[in-house]
Each structure stands twice: as structure tokens, then as C-alpha cells.
């Protein structure tokens, strides 16, 4: 199958890319700005000039770090922002039930509104690096091992790209090889391939690259963020867990989607050999990675740090993913730094810090802070030792809560006798925020986030506010500072990939594929639990939930991963996805995006639960993105998605 009905793209002749620069101690490879080049044979001409090609194919993967590039931030339920404020990402839109078909935003397949590189375009530029590279006249000063090796991750980029679009769009035309300029409009006009073939492309191109990826990066200083063979594996583990899911694995939902000659895009028969091979990919995965030793992170800096046990814990999780390039982090992109996404989460903790270097407008929802288990280790609603039975209720924090909320503070009763991730993850009024510039480096002396609205943190700024009450700890580095002069965010690569999340997939795969007998699985997920601080699973429902035997069915334990999945990974772009594959975005998009009353100027105003916004999610429409009107009505061969 070839090439792709992107006209637009088929008659580009020249690279012109810009690549972000290195920072200050996050040196990566990626720095280096590339000429424009009249010519391909030019750009063929010397290692030099290849090089430069090659890192042209690395600035397509899209910058999931940035709001902006990555629709998993706004455009689900995870994160709300203020509809008026000082950012206005086109993701946004999607989350308000307004994707179009006409110019759809975060348009991935021809690149634009937040989407600045179309990925058709990016595959285009893979077919002709491989296709360059595979010829020894060219490149005549590189050696075998290193021609290689740019050529394995030249497959690798081609084979994410095509991954991330069927991700996104469903089944697409695969693009294996260029189409010339001069084709006719009968070869242009391609269709879309089955997801089955999608798949297998895909699983196969990635295998294809794995004999000359490196299995880790020796250049630490130049190289990290380029393709290994753990980060190839891990991106197959998520290929087949995503063909496994029920979005694509027996989706009638889709009967209908077929192409202008009758063939059906979708399976429509449930394959539990999918799963299987999921549970495959994501033991291959975990085995490559933990044999390049990646593990599981934990905090270990000393030094003159005065802190308690829960305060390092609390480190742990949240460096886990802040922390550069940790031995956790499988694939961390260099290329996609953090420090806005840091600037707009950061809450001020004092009244003389500025509004514009802590904004404070990433605002979970009331929900997502719920999700959260208590520190028993089952969800709210089962815990038959604890009630969380009124929401607004309120409690005064005491001396055996001052790792946590400041001590005589009075708050939510749901901020209390929570799991370590809850307040890893998540600030809120009355919460503690332990960092690098706390007094004394003493978690006693840390500072408290207050924010009714006449407080430093409330919502009184013109365009930096907080909707919710909730502000996100998780995704800002533990080394943030605060001077006279301003703030200063410890940037970090965005973390794609982390071992915790090959865990989780594989205890998913592994129950879809044989059930709760399958001891394994409880092993890996309670790997997860153990390093969050709490027991495993058997033991937590065995001895806290009012449904003490759900881990023991298929279905309740499917319940359990899941919500370990989202606890986890929160706020790392993985919800979004993952509400779409399990076919679960029809519930919770539909319900509201509530949050605390952010004009209350006291206890009694505050803590009085509204609604924001009324979300809308169209099912199954709106699962995958629509394809461009225009795209559509110019190539005749092409079906539209079901419902746009």
C-alpha cells in the first residue's frame, strides 16, 4: 500500500525545519538548526548535511509537553482552564464539544491549529531519508554502523507517526512510499487501509528497526531523547494494547465504516488473541527496559533536606516524572520542554509572588479529584472504614495532618485520609507544597496554597485564575524558585513513556487475555502500589472495600487496573487516550466539570460545589477525529469518519 491523498505534501522539494535549542543543563541532541537545502541530493551529500535531515524527522513527533501540541491535555476532562484567559489552545474547543470537520483544530493529518507539523508530511520525509540512506553512492563519509542505526530510527519515526494518526483518526491510508509528483489523480487518491493492516504495518516497521537501535544511549551528553531499542518495544506494547482495546478490537459501533469499494475498516469480531499478544509486546518491553536498567524511580537526594518519610514519598511520585531523563523514564522527549506548562499550573504560595510566573489556570476537576484512592488504598465510595459520603463537608486539619494541610486549617473533608498520590498530584486550599526554596529545607516550613478569592492563589487576576480549587502539583519540578526578582522552573523533557505505564499495560493485557487467575498481574500493578505507599491489591479490598471480592472477576478486577491506570498516570496526557480505547468516554465526558466556588471570600462561600460547564461528548462520533471537509471532497476515494 503507498503514499497518501496529502497532494500538498507530495510536492515538497526542499527541508526547512527549525529544531528548539538546548537549555541550560538539559543539553540535548536536537540542537542544531539545519540549512535550507535546495535539493534532496544535497541533503545527501555528506554526513553533515544527512544528520540534519535525521533530526528533521525527530521535530514531527509531536511536543506532548505543550499544551498547545497535545490535545490530551485540554481536550478530555483531566484539566479545565478558564474559557477567557491567557492562553487559548485550540484543544480546548474539543473539550466544549466543538470539533468541526470544516478545518478541524489539532489537525495532526495536515498540520494545523496547535498541530504545526502535519505527520503525513513528516512520514513523507522518513520515505526519503530511508529511501536516501539505503544507497552506499550516498553519504559516502558515514559508516555502516552509524548508517544503520539513522536508518532504524528513521522506521521507528515512521512507524509512531503512523501509530499516532491511527490513534487519532482510526484506520488511515498508509503512506510505505512516496508517490512522484508526476502520478496521476487515480494513484493519488488513495483509501484507507483496515485497522488490521494498520496494525500489522505498523508492528512490523517498528520489529524492522529494532537490529540496529542502540539499547541505550552511551552519549549522555549529546544523544539522550533518541530512538533505543526499549523505547521501540515499549511503542509496540502500545500498538497492540490500543488494537487490543475494544475501541478497535469487535467495534460494531462501526459496521458501517467502509471504504468506496465495501471493504470494512474495523474488525467486527471480538479477538482475544489480541489481547495475548498484547500482554507479549508489554513483557518484551518491560524485560528490555529493565535489562538497560530503567526501574522504578525514587527519591534519594539528601543532603541537608529536613523532611519526613511522607514528604519523601511525596517526592518520589512527583519526580517521577520531573526528574530528567530518570532511569524510570523510557522515552523522554528533549524536544518538548516544560517550563510553561510549569508557569501555568504553579499556584502563588505567598502574596508577593507575580500572577504572571505562577498562573495557576490548569484546574482539575472536582471529579479527578475523587478519583484518587483513600490512604487504604480502595476508592472513596467503597471504603467501609472511612465515609466520604457529603462532599462538602468540612474538618479542621490537626498536628497528624501537617505533612499534608496546614495544621487548625479548615477544608474539604475529601482532603483528608487520602492516598500519598492524592497529595503528590494535587494542591488545593489549605495544602502543603514542600520544594527547593522551603526554609531551613524543613517540610515543617512549607508553604500552604490559600485560595478564596482574596487569597494569593484565588481567582481575583484578570486572566490568570483557577477554575476549580485544585491545582496540579504533579507536573512541576520540585527545584522551582522563588526570588525578589522572579521564578525560576527547572525545565525537564517530556516524559512520552515511563516504566510505571509498561507495568500497567501488562497487567491490563494480562487480565483482558486470561482473567484474575493470572497471578502475574497482580504482581506488576501492586509494583505500582507498593512504590505509591500502599498494600496490594488482594489485601486493600480484602480488608477496606465494601466489595472485598471484586479483584477476583474479570470485570471487577478490570474496574481496579483501570483506575490504577488513571491514578497513576494523571495529568500525563494518558487519560484522554485511554477513556477512548475502553470505549468508557461516552460516561465520563458527558458528565459535568464541577469544582469549588472560587469567588467565595470565606469557609462557608468557598466550600459550595458549582458547575463550570456541561460537557458534551457525541458517541461514537466523536472517538476519532473528523477528516478535513477538503481533504475529503479532493480525493475521491476517501470515506469521512462515522458522524462528521
Not at 498540520?111 to 531519508?129: E, K, M, P, T, V
Request: net charge negative; proline share 5%; aromatic share 14%.
Amino acid at each position: 500500500m503507498r503514499a497518501t491523498n496529502i497532494k500538498k505534501y507530495i510536492t515538497l522539494a526542499s527541508i526547512s525545519a527549525v529544531l528548539i535549542g538546548s537549555t541550560t543543563s538539559c543539553k540535548k541532541f536536537l540542537d542544531i538548526v539545519p540549512d535550507n537545502v535546495a535539493t534532496i541530493e544535497y541533503a545527501f551529500r555528506l554526513r553533515i548535511e544527512a544528520e540534519k535531515y535525521l533530526f528533521t524527522l525527530y521535530n514531527y513527533i509531536p511536543k506532548e509537553g505543550n499544551v498547545w501540541s497535545n490535545p490530551a491535555f485540554l481536550a478530555g476532562d483531566e484539566i479545565w482552564i478558564p474559557y477567557q484567559t491567557s492562553i487559548s489552545p485550540w484543544s480546548f474547543e474539543i473539550a466544549r464539544g466543538n470539533q468541526r470537520v470544516t478545518d478541524p483544530y489539532v489537525n495532526y493529518w495536515y498540520g494545523n491549529y496547535d498541530a504545526s507539523r502535519g505527520l503525513y508530511q513528516g512520514i513523507r520525509h522518513c520515505n526519503i531519508f530511508i529511501d536516501n540512506m539505503s544507497k552506499p553512492s550516498l553519504v559516502p563519509d558515514i559508516s555502516p554502523t552509524e548508517r544503520a542505526r539513522w536508518i532504524s530510527e528513521a522506521k521507528f519515526l515512521k512507524a509512531y507517526f503512523h501509530f499516532y494518526m491511527m490513534r487519532m483518526y482510526g484506520p488511515i491510508p498508509i503512506m510505505d512510499e512516496d508517490i512522484h509528483v508526476g502520478a496521476s489523480k487515480e494513484v493519488m487518491d488513495v483509501s484507507r487501509n483496515s485497522v488490521d493492516e494498520c496494525v500489522n504495518y505498523i508492528v512490523n516497521l517498528l520489529e524492522e528497526s529494532y537490529s540496529d537501535l542502540p539499547n541505550q544511549i552511551v552519549d549522555r551528553e549529546n544523544e539522550l531523547g533518541r530512538i533505543t531499542l526499549s523505547i521501540a518495544k515499549a511503542v509496540k506494547a502500545q500498538t497492540l494494547l490500543l488494537a487490543a482495546s475494544p475501541l478497535f478490537n469487535g467495534n460494531t459501533d462501526f459496521s458501517n465504516v467502509k471504504n468506496k469499494d465495501g471493504k470494512v475498516l474495523f474488525p467486527q469480531e471480538y479477538d482475544n488473541t489480541k489481547w495475548e499478544s498484547a500482554a507479549e509486546a508489554a513483557k518484551d518491553a518491560i524485560d528490555e527496559a529493565e535489562g538497560n536498567l530503567h526501574q522504578l524511580f525514587a527519591f534519594t537526594q539528601g543532603g541537608n533536606l529536613n523532611i519526613s518519610d511522607a514528604t519523601k514519598l511525596e517526592l518520589t511520585l512527583r519526580q517521577s516524572v520531573t526528574e530528567r531523563f530518570n532511569d524510570e523514564h523510557i522515552w523522554a522527549d528533549p524536544n518538548s520542554l516544560t517550563r510553561d506548562l510549569q508557569r501555568d499550573a504553579m499556584p502563588p504560595l505567598s502574596a508577593d509572588e507575580n500572577h504572571n510566573d505562577n498562573r495557576k489556570i490548569f484546574s482539575p476537576p472536582l471529579k479527578i479529584a475523587k478519583m484518587f484512592y483513600t490512604k487504604n488504598g480502595v476508592p472513596i465510595n467503597e471504603d467501609k472504614t472511612l465515609s466520604f459520603s457529603d462532599d462538602s463537608e468540612l474538618r479542621t486539619a490537626t498536628q497528624n495532618d501537617r505533612f499534608y494541610i496546614e495544621p487548625n486549617f479548615i477544608t474539604a473533608r475529601l482532603h483528608f485520609d487520602r492516598e500519598p498520590r492524592f497529595y503528590s498530584s494535587l494542591a488545593f486550599d489549605g495544602a502543603r507544597w514542600f520544594k527547593y526554596d522551603t526554609p531551613g529545607y524543613s517540610d515543617e516550613n512549607s508553604k500552604v496554597v490559600r485560595s478564596k478569592r482574596p487569597d494569593y492563589a484565588g481567582s481575583t487576576h484578570a486572566f490568570h485564575f483557577n477554575e476549580t480549587g485544585y491545582f496540579i502539583k504533579k507536573l512541576i519540578d520540585w527545584n522551582q524558585v522563588t526570588t525578589a526578582s522572579g521564578v525560576t522552573y527547572k525545565t525537564y523533557p517530556w516524559p512520552k513513556i515511563r516504566l510505571a505505564d509498561l507495568y500497567l499495560m501488562y497487567a491490563e493485557a494480562l487480565n483482558e487475555a486470561y482473567g484474575p487467575t493470572n497471578e502475574v498481574a497482580f504482581e506488576y500493578i501492586d509494583k505500582i502500589r507498593t512504590r505509591a505507599g500502599l498494600k496490594g491489591v488482594k489485601e486493600s479490598w480484602s480488608n477496606y472495600s465494601i466489595n472485598a471480592l471484586k479483584f477476583t472477576t474479570k470485570e471487577g478486577f478490570r474496574e481496579i487496573i483501570r483506575r490504577e491506570r488513571l491514578i497513576e498516570l494523571a495529568f500525563e496526557g494518558q487519560r484522554f487516550w485511554d477513556l477512548r480505547r475502553w470505549k468508557t468516554a461516552a460516561i465520563a465526558l458527558n458528565e459535568p466539570i464541577t469544582g469549588w466556588n472560587m469567588q467565595g471570600e470565606n469557609t462557608a462561600s468557598y466550600y459550595v460545589i458549582r458547575t463550570i460547564f456541561n460537557q458534551r461528548f457525541v458517541a461514537p462520533r466523536d472517538y476519532f477525529w473528523p477528516i478535513s471537509e477538503n481533504t475529503v471532497i479532493q480525493n475521491l476515494n476517501l470515506v469521512q469518519n462515522y458522524g462528521w
